[in-house]
């Protein structure tokens, strides 16, 4: 049978079209622009000035923090600029400029050789210094999620293949292209924690990648794949778990606790990267489409700027509204096309406009709707009223700080209610109290 979760909604997914049969290619700019803050925890530290002459894969920046990663040259070439800039975060961010020489003259690797025979209490520390963090959007650093409490034990690692959101074909492409690779990362992982099962993940609308993924799990221990049914959001943390081991994560609880890890597909592959020939993550598969002459699937060097892969694709092909990176359901807007890329950027999205106008509210008619689709169990329509009276006590009271902002509630309300945007501002406004700021 093929496994789910309860609730969630039915997306056209006619957006991956264009794309999802497009062999990814390479694309190198001129320069790159790296942030420091590509991931969840303390920002980096720029260990590099202007003027410096950086290899491929030299440590730019130096992790901060218990979360920290390092961030890595991803070209090779001189460093133009070290410096704040406006980025998609409240504040400026530190960002380190370089311009590529195009030798891509790599720093001193240290490969680890094949994940079914190095020492496994190599594998977390090479995941670290490699600077992997989760590929499907949370960000994440990976080695954490992999360094157990003594109390904890993972029974099950799961592999999201599912690429529920609309628009985006990368993860698609890469099961199909380097399946291996995932693999290997997979097992790597496996083998770094005594876990005996692993299960990637599919969703039955990417046949193709479901049987390149099970050539490739054949004959290695302990990893199967599962099919499950086109749903999203199905690649949801908490959504796979319950589709996949049948365990419910409790509220403010994490997978761990309930003895799963769950790990994207890109982030198995940049393991295994890491592993076996010692390379940081400094490039991945993104997905470039919409208003775009030719749209792909585009293999960028991390930093790529939004406005050098739009040119990669030849150009808008309409007047252009808005640009995401991500996909329709959950993509960050961009204030313009001088963006760069990050770590988590699986795909870049340019609506022309009259898909990027906005849509004006209605009147809430009650249908609940919004309810019944809701992955989490909560209830939008009651969080709603708490946000547009600004009563954040109430808002927490029901939950919302538990939201996962998939966009489910907004997707299937007739009235198209602004309410995933609300709870997102709620949220924000929540966080800041916890620090103590002023929001009330």
Avoid at 262 to 285: E, F, H, Q
């Amino acid at each position: 049978m093929k496994a789910t979760f309860k609730r969630g909604v039915h997306l056209n997914y006619g957006s991956k079209e264009p794309t999802k049969h497009l062999h990814t290619r390479d694309f190198v700019s001129d320069t790159v622009q790296l942030i420091m803050s590509m991931h969840i925890g303390a920002p980096s530290e720029p260990c590099v000035k202007k003027g410096d002459l950086v290899k491929l894969g030299q440590v730019i920046g130096t992790p901060v923090g218990f979360l920290g990663i390092p961030v890595h040259a991803s070209v090779s070439g001189e460093v133009v600029a070290v410096e704040r800039i406006p980025y998609l975060m409240e504040e400026p961010v530190m960002a380190v400029t370089i311009r590529n020489d195009f030798l891509d003259e790599w720093t001193e690797l240290h490969p680890l050789g094949s994940v079914e025979s190095v020492d496994p209490a190599k594998i977390v520390p090479a995941i670290r210094e490699a600077g992997i963090c989760g590929m499907g959007g949370a960000s994440f650093p990976t080695h954490v999620k992999l360094s157990l409490k003594s109390e904890q034990k993972c029974e099950m690692i799961i592999v999201n293949g599912a690429e529920c959101e609309t628009h985006l074909t990368c993860d698609h492409r890469l099961m199909l292209e380097s399946p291996g690779r995932v693999v290997d990362g997979l097992r790597a992982a496996m083998r770094a924690l005594n876990v005996k099962k692993g299960v990637i993940a599919i969703e039955d609308n990417k046949p193709d990648a479901i049987e390149s993924m099970r050539c490739a799990a054949n004959g290695r221990d302990g990893v199967s794949v599962r099919v499950l049914k086109t749903k999203y959001p199905q690649g949801g943390e908490k959504q796979l778990i319950e589709a996949v081991a049948k365990r419910q994560v409790p509220v403010k609880k994490l997978p761990i606790d309930v003895g799963v890890i769950v790990l994207n597909v890109g982030t198995c592959a940049a393991i295994a990267d890491a592993v076996i020939d010692g390379k940081p993550l400094i490039s991945r598969i993104t997905t470039v489409t919409g208003c775009v002459r030719s749209p792909a699937n585009l293999r960028l060097r991390i930093g790529t700027i939004a406005e050098d892969v739009i040119g990669a694709c030849g150009g808008f092909s309409d007047t252009p509204g808005k640009i995401a990176f991500g996909g329709g359901m959950t993509g960050l807007c961009l204030p313009n096309i001088y963006m760069p890329m990050a770590k988590s950027t699986n795909g870049i999205v340019v609506y022309n406009e009259k898909d990027a106008r906005s849509v004006e509210e209605g009147p809430c008619i009650r249908c609940g709707h919004c309810v019944a689709v809701c992955p989490i169990g909560l209830n939008p329509y009651q969080m709603k009223v708490a946000a547009d009276a600004d009563k954040l006590d109430m808002a927490e009271k029901l939950h919302v700080t538990d939201c996962i902002l998939c966009g489910c509630c907004s997707y299937e309300c007739p009235s198209r209610r602004w309410l995933t945007a609300s709870f997102k501002i709620v949220k924000q406004k929540l966080a800041q109290r916890a620090k103590g700021g002023t929001a009330k």
